[in-house]
């Protein structure tokens, strides 16, 4: 899975039995909110877990949709993805 090829150690992604999304639980000092704006100023959209929650609960979790054709730019975006969580 690209996700654990690219995502800093520490990393789980659900393995869901069916739906569109996945979530993924980043290393416990990522904000995920953080996350979310960063990736957006690059064309990168994600749903960040505390907009799902009442209480602001799981703060380092994402949920990223799978309903995409898997090109390279689908590729890059986790890439570089993997690559903001691993800086934060």
């Keep these: 899975m690209a ?3 690219y995502f800093p150690p520490g990393t789980r992604v659900t393995q869901p039995e069916g739906g569109f999304v996945i979530w993924v639980e980043l290393p416990g000092t990522v904000d995920a909110t ?6 957006l100023m690059q ?3 994600i749903a960040p877990s505390p ?5 602001q609960k799981y703060r380092n979790f994402i949920r990223l949709n799978c309903a ?4 390279e ?3 890059q975006a986790l ?3 993997g690559q ?3 800086e934060q």
């Design 43 to 45: 064309g990168i959209t």
């Design 51 to 55: 907009m799902f929650s009442a209480t």
């Design 84 to 86: 903001m969580v691993g």
């Design 73 to 75: 730019q689908v590729n």
């Design 3 to 5: 996700i654990s090829a």
């Design 34 to 39: 953080a996350l979310s704006r960063r990736a």
């Design 79 to 81: 890439v570089r993805l």
């Design 68 to 71: 995409v054709d898997w090109d």
